[in-house]
């Protein structure tokens, strides 16, 4: 069985700081691997995603992560964070076999708040 | 292009009222998923299809009923609504194969308050 942990309930940080979220799995396989962000009021969306290749992948504002099997992490960084990106990340992994169905398990959320 | 849309945005039910929160994508995908959202506690998966003419249970799924209409429609009943039902429901579709494979496109929620 997979899983998903995600220590920090709520990270605070300075405007134009950098931040870093962290996400911990676990799982018996090889995973696929998604960040996804919720803006108040709204639903989830697409950050990023790991499948496989290149461990470092980037996404859209800015936003980037970093596949590290061996600890079996995949944290999320910005260098420089902007009030437009408080919002909750979503950690989240899937099993990768090949055709049909395969559930995704998110962890519980990181509350990013960015203070002026 | 729509995306996954849901119906109602808010509602407010009495304990013991029924009532049907309606989800439709418009993705062409095989998988649809229904999850609540409480404080504190991320995303819980209530019921998925993972293609048409299948339902199965997930992890909170007391409660609730699901209805697999069409591909592209996804339906979750609360017979008979209880306080702790009280919550954000989101739906969500995925794909089984290609760049896309495994990603979920959400809805934007229905807020839901059972008194």
């Known amino acids: 069985a997979q899983s998903v942990t995600q220590l920090d309930s709520q990270v605070p940080v300075f405007e134009e700081a950098p931040v870093e979220l962290r996400c911990n799995y676990s799982?018996?396989?090889?995973?696929?691997l998604f960040w996804y962000v919720q803006y108040p009021n709204q639903g989830l969306q697409l950050l990023l995603k790991?499948?496989?290749?290149?461990?470092l992948v980037k996404g859209i504002n800015g936003f980037e992560a970093e596949f590290n099997k061996s600890q079996t992490s995949f944290h999320l960084r910005k260098p420089s964070v902007h009030i437009s990106d408080t919002a909750e990340y979503f950690c989240a992994v899937s099993d990768p076999s090949p055709g049909g169905y395969q559930k995704v398990t998110f962890g519980t959320g990181t509350k990013l708040q960015v203070i002026p | 292009n729509a995306g996954v849309t849901q119906t109602p945005k808010f509602q407010v039910l009495k304990t013991g009222q029924s009532m049907t929160l309606q989800c439709a994508q418009d993705?062409?995908?095989?998988?649809m998923y229904w999850y609540r959202q409480d404080p504190g506690m991320g995303l819980r998966l209530i019921y998925y299809?993972?293609?048409?003419?299948?339902?199965d249970k997930g992890e909170v799924p007391n409660g609730y009923n699901v209805s697999r209409l069409n591909k592209r429609e996804f339906s979750l009943r609360l017979e008979s609504a209880a306080p702790s039902q009280t919550s954000v429901y989101f739906c969500?579709?995925?794909?089984?194969?290609?760049?896309?494979?495994?990603?979920?496109?959400f809805g934007a929620g229905t807020r839901l308050s059972v008194l």
């Open positions: 790991y499948l496989s290749g290149s461990t």
């Open positions: 299809s993972a293609s048409e003419g299948t339902t």
């Open positions: 993705m062409n995908h095989n998988s």
């Open positions: 799982s018996s396989v090889s995973v696929y």
């Open positions: 969500a579709s995925s794909e089984w194969f290609g760049d896309s494979k495994n990603i979920q496109y």
